[in-house]
C-alpha cells in the first residue's frame, strides 16, 4: 500500500525523524492559514502517488501567504501529469504546505527489501534529487549500500559508515547518523517494503531534515496497523484494482489488450510470457487463486472485461485444488449476465476437466478452446488485434 508525502512524514515525525514544519490543505484558505502561521515563504507540493511532480507544476514556492493561497488555487483541482503517471495524470485534492529553507545539500536515503540477498538494505548517495534508478544507470559507484543482518538489526556503525561516505562532518554527521538509525527503526516497526527519503536536506545551518518522504507497505501486514490501513486513498488506485481487492482477487492493472484470468501467480506469470512472446501484450495480471470459488470466477471475470483496453481474453486454468467445473460454471455465469462480446479463449486442465469443457460447450456461448497454452495464446493474440 502507498501513502502520500504528508502522511509518511506524519509516521516519520511519530518516530522522531526530523522533517521541515508544515500542515496539510484541501483548499486555499487553510493554505492561507498555513503560511501565515509558518512562512513568510513556503513550499506548495501537490500531494499525489508519483514521483517526478515539480516537472510538471506539483511543487512551487510562495513568497508570502497571498501567493501561496494564489498557487493553491491554481494547484488543488488541478490534473498534475508527470513522467510517472502516464499521459492521463492524476487528479490534485490535496497540497502539503511547508516552510521554505535554505538548502546547502541535496542527499539521498532509501531502504527497501533486497530479494537476492533476502534482507533488508540502506542504500544512500550524494546525488539527492534525482531519481534513484537514473542514478543506478548513470554512475552506480555514487550509491553506498549497507545490508542489514535480521539477526542484529541496523548497527550504529553502518549508519556512521554511510554519514562518513556522504562527507558529512561534526555535528551535521551526528544528525545524518541519528536520522538514519530512526529512519530504520520506523522501516522495521511499521513492516514497511520501502521509506524513501529524496532529497534528504542539509541547510546551511547543518541541520538534516526530510524535504521529501516515500513510504509503502506490505499489504499482509496492515491488519498490525490499523492506523497505517486508514491512510489509504483510494482516489489515487486503479479502479478495477480496488474493486479486485473487494474479492480478495490478486489483479495489476497493465497496458495491453490481451486480458488474463489464470489460477496461481506462477500460472500467471508464464501466461503474460507467452502472450508477448505470440507478439501480443498482456491487460492485466489476474490470479484467481487455488481455493477459489464459483463467485469468485464470477468477479474476476466481470473485472476483466470491464477493462475497456481488452480486446481479448485468456482463461488459463489448471485445475488443481480448483476444479474446471467450478470455474467454468462461474465464466458462463458471468459472460450471460454481462453479455459481454469480448472474444475468450479457454484453457482448461486438471480436475473435472471433460465437466468444464461440457459446461461450456452447453452453455450457448462463443468460446475458443485451446488444449495448450502455445495454443491458446496463439489463438487470443489475433482476436485481440483485430
Same mark, same amino acid.
Given at each position: 500500500?502507498?501513502?502520500h508525502e504528508y502522511q509518511a512524514k506524519q509516521i516519520l515525525n511519530k518516530h522522531g525523524v526530523p522533517t521541515p514544519q508544515g500542515e496539510v ?18 513550499? !506548495? ?15 512551487? %514556492? ?30 490534485? @485534492? @490535496? ?7 535554505d538548502i546547502d545539500k541535496e542527499l539521498y536515503i532509501g531502504i527497501v527489501i533486497d530479494r537476492a540477498k533476502e534482507a533488508p538494505v540502506v ?16 554512475? *552506480? ?18 549508519? @556512521?559508515?554511510?554519514?562518513?561516505? %556522504? ?41 538534516? %531534515? ?67 512472446? &505470440? ?58 449476465? !454481462? ?7 479457454? @484453457? ?14 452447453? &452453455? ?17 493474440? *489475433?482476436?485481440?488485434?483485430?
Amino acid at each position: 500500500m502507498k501513502i502520500h508525502e504528508y502522511q509518511a512524514k506524519q509516521i516519520l515525525n511519530k518516530h522522531g525523524v526530523p522533517t521541515p514544519q508544515g500542515e496539510v490543505a484541501d483548499n486555499p484558505s487553510k493554505a492561507l492559514e498555513v503560511t501565515q502561521k509558518i512562512g513568510p515563504k513556503t513550499v !506548495l507540493k501537490a500531494q499525489v502517488h508519483a514521483g517526478g511532480r515539480g516537472k510538471g507544476g506539483g511543487i512551487k %514556492l510562495a513568497g508570502n501567504p497571498q501567493e501561496a493561497e494564489q498557487i493553491a488555487k491554481e494547484m488543488i483541482g488541478m490534473t498534475l501529469v508527470t513522467p510517472q503517471t502516464g499521459p492521463e495524470g492524476k487528479k490534485v @485534492r @490535496r497540497i502539503l504546505v511547508e516552510e521554505a529553507l535554505d538548502i546547502d545539500k541535496e542527499l539521498y536515503i532509501g531502504i527497501v527489501i533486497d530479494r537476492a540477498k533476502e534482507a533488508p538494505v540502506v542504500m544512500a548517495s550524494s546525488q539527492g534529487g534525482v531519481e534513484i534508478e537514473k542514478v543506478a544507470a548513470e554512475t *552506480p559507484e555514487s550509491i553506498f549500500k549497507e545490508y542489514i543482518n535480521p539477526a542484529t538489526g541496523f548497527l550504529p556503525f553502518q549508519a @556512521r559508515n554511510l554519514a562518513f561516505k %556522504l562527507a558529512l562532518e561534526g555535528d551535521t554527521f551526528k544528525q545524518a547518523v541519528k536520522f538514519i538509525m530512526g529512519l530504520y527503526k520506523t522501516f522495521e516497526a511499521t513492516d514497511a517494503s520501502l521509506a524513501e527519503i529524496n532529497p534528504l536536506l542539509v541547510t546551511k545551518q547543518g541541520n538534516v %531534515l526530510a524535504l521529501d518522504a516515500k513510504m509503502n507497505f506490505d499489504d499482509n501486514a496492515l491488519p498490525r496497523h490499523p492506523d497505517i490501513k486508514e491512510m489509504r486513498d483510494l482516489d489515487e488506485e486503479e479502479p478495477l484494482e480496488v474493486e479486485a481487492s473487494k474479492f480478495n482477487l490478486n489483479y495489476i492493472k497493465l497496458d495491453g489488450n490481451v486480458g488474463c484470468m489464470v489460477n496461481g501467480a506462477g500460472l500467471a506469470m508464464a501466461t503474460m510470457d507467452i502472450i508477448m512472446h &505470440s507478439g501480443g501484450m498482456p491487460a492485466n495480471f489476474l490470479d484467481v487463486g487455488g481455493g477459489v470459488s464459483e463467485e469468485a470466477v464470477k468477479n474476476a471475470f466481470k473485472i476483466l472485461v470491464s477493462d475497456k483496453d481488452v480486446k481479448a481474453a485468456l482463461i488459463n486454468i489448471f485445475g488443481g485444488i480448483v476444479r474446471c467445473d467450478l470455474v467454468a460454471k462461474g465464466i458462463v455465469k458471468a459472460a450471460k449476465e !454481462l453479455k459481454t462480446n469480448v472474444p475468450m479463449v479457454v @484453457r482448461l486442465e486438471g480436475t473435472n476437466v471433460e465437466e468444464g469443457k461440457k459446461i461450456l460447450e452447453e &452453455s450457448g456461448l462463443s468460446f475458443h478452446s485451446a488444449g495448450s497454452m502455445k495454443e491458446a495464446a496463439e489463438k487470443v493474440v *489475433p482476436l485481440a488485434q483485430q
